[in-house]
């Protein structure tokens, strides 16, 4: 009977050794993933971070109208902000206004929702609107990252109090997409020397976070009160630390070191500078934009035929790769692939198959390892001029493009123009082919690709009446019909031939979680979803 109950006892302390083991091991697993257990045993989830630091290289000013500098353009997004927001998908949508119209092609009449305050608690006005854009037509802002958003803006006047009348000295389409200026307060600069006073350490603002404190080596951003959409605002992070840093390669050094949660760049070789691991890169679509004019006017490349031959002979995913180490991306329209008023697939036309069918159409015939065709009973090679400018990458594509085509039988004469030589071509148009890299605006507008005087001498009566058209049609959908055309345009006729577009990195340490959905001119999209660990 004794050994019995002993052994039952045995039992027992066997069991409950057992399970504090596998709740020790439950309880460490929870931990790790950023969880605990309450007294009831119930999972209970660890409070996420709210604060986080961001950095800006060669500090000048937080005002937004005064820098020159990209990295301060970029974090005072959290703290300022426009008459118009662009979209992820880019869309110009009301934020500061209201609403917009256009009475003419030169006139815009601009609505401000009303209620707004600034951090100091006084109200948002039209005095604010006109107050910015005189500033940032003044002299002393001509090199002001934002000054070129009114280099066309001729006159300014205020209807009311929510209520302005802006006149541009020339028809720009799209010129809502350029009201993304950061707006400051007429009162809080009152009469003091916009350029100089001590006021530009902390202006307010109308966004989700206001200067709370500035520092001779950092700027603290806290939650606005009094910021008008905060019954939107659900998002984690509460504080910003913004820490300015010498140099970039300090910066580099920083956020290597754990300092800096977020940094963006265009250095192709940040891994040599902040390493390999302890971090998450984000590609971003750029805005330059290169690509293959082909001059339709000129003796061969005339033949729709023959241009389509030409793009199927180009391999972009070497182009990109051999000759941007892939820092750049394959690229075929203009706009960006997230732009909601095309569908681009970034089609691969590569296709050597596809290349001696178009050209068959065209009556070339393949002899001798070269395509030439008889006219006039003399026998006529394809031959074709490429300019391009001296520069060590586009030389290169210039070099890649010849190599593909003349793998193929088709002669290119590479020539390699002098800045000055380059636009002499370009106002000539006395080449077959150029080689072009266009730093696309925040806008739409394709008028550089279809309008007159445009590098493919393409002329398209269609194509020329959508862009006219397009400036004065508001409905969402109706505009995406009209683009969808011009890319079939584009696609069709083949006027260019896209190559390539610049990256932009947005690296985040890796205990900075939620969604990234950056853009050129904002990396904040999905911000209220960001926590550290």
């Known amino acids: ?105 030169l006139t815009y009449i601009i609505k401000l929702k009303t209620g707004i305050k600034w951090s100091d608690g006084n109200y948002f006005s039209s005095n604010d609107v006109k107050y910015t854009i005189d500033k940032l037509k003044s002299k002393e802002a001509e090199n002001a990252v934002y000054a070129e958003n009114v280099r066309k803006l001729k006159e300014v006047d205020i209807i009311d109090n929510t209520t302005l009348r802006i006149i541009l000295s020339e028809k720009i389409p799209f010129y809502e997409y350029y009201l993304t200026f950061p707006i400051l ?22 966004g989700r976070f206001k200067i709370s404190e500035h520092s001779g080596n950092k700027i603290i951003l806290t939650k606005n009160e009094n910021w008008w959409n905060k019954q939107e605002d659900d998002s984690v992070i509460d504080r910003v630390t913004i820490n300015f840093y010498s140099s970039v390669a300090e910066l580099y050094n920083a956020f290597k070191l754990g300092s800096i949660d977020l ?133 290169q594509v210039a070099e890649y493009i010849r190599e593909n085509l003349e793998d193929q039988g088709v002669l290119i004469d590479v020539i390699e123009a002098s800045d000055d030589d380059y636009s002499k071509y370009i106002d000539n148009k006395n080449y077959d082919m150029i080689l072009a890299e266009m730093t696309n605006p925040i806008s739409p507008d394709l008028k550089t690709y279809y309008g007159n005087g445009n590098l493919a001498n393409f002329d398209s009566d269609e194509a020329k009446k959508i862009i006219n058209e397009i400036n004065s049609i508001t409905d969402q959908e109706e505009l ?43 990396l904040f999209f999905k911000f209220k979803d960001w926590y550290k660990n």
């Open 1 to 105: 009977m004794k050994n019995n109950i002993f052994g039952y006892l045995f039992s027992i302390v066997i069991i409950i050794i057992m399970a504090f083991a596998i709740y020790k091991v439950t309880s460490n697993n929870n931990q790790e993933q950023g969880k605990t257990s309450d007294a009831t045993g119930s999972i209970v989830t660890t409070e996420k971070g709210t604060q986080i630091t961001l950095a800006v290289s060669q500090f000048d000013t937080i005002n937004p109208i005064i820098t020159r500098n990209k990295q301060v353009q970029d974090v005072t997004k959290l703290v300022f902000e426009s008459l118009v927001n662009i979209t992820s998908d880019g869309k110009a949508e009301p934020y500061l206004a209201k609403e917009w119209e256009t009475t003419d092609n």
């Open 185 to 206: 307060s007429s009162n809080y600069y009152g009469e003091d020397d916009f350029w100089n006073t001590k006021k530009n350490d902390a202006p307010i603002s109308t």
């Open 263 to 395: 940094i963006s760049t265009k250095n192709k070789d940040y891994k040599n500078y902040i390493g390999k691991i302890g971090y998450n890169t984000h590609e971003v679509e750029g805005r330059d934009f290169v690509f293959l004019a082909l001059n339709t006017e000129s003796d061969i490349l005339s033949d729709e035929n023959v241009r389509k031959a030409i793009r199927c002979a180009i391999n972009k995913e070497e182009i990109v790769t051999q000759v941007y180490n892939s820092t750049y991306s394959k690229a075929n329209f203009p706009l960006l692939l997230s732009n909601y008023l095309v569908e681009d697939k970034n089609e691969n036309y590569f296709d050597i198959g596809k290349m001696e069918d178009y050209l068959g159409e065209a009556d070339w015939n393949f002899r001798r390892k070269q395509w030439q065709k008889t006219e006039n009973y003399k026998t006529k090679k394809l031959e074709l001029s490429l300019v391009v400018r001296k520069n060590s990458n586009r030389t």
């Open 480 to 522: 995406k019909s009209r683009y969808k055309k011009l890319y079939e345009i584009y696609d069709e006729e083949v006027p260019y031939i896209g190559i390539a577009r610049n990256k932009i990195y947005m690296i985040t340490n890796s205990y900075l979680n939620g969604e990234f959905d950056a853009r050129w001119y904002n």
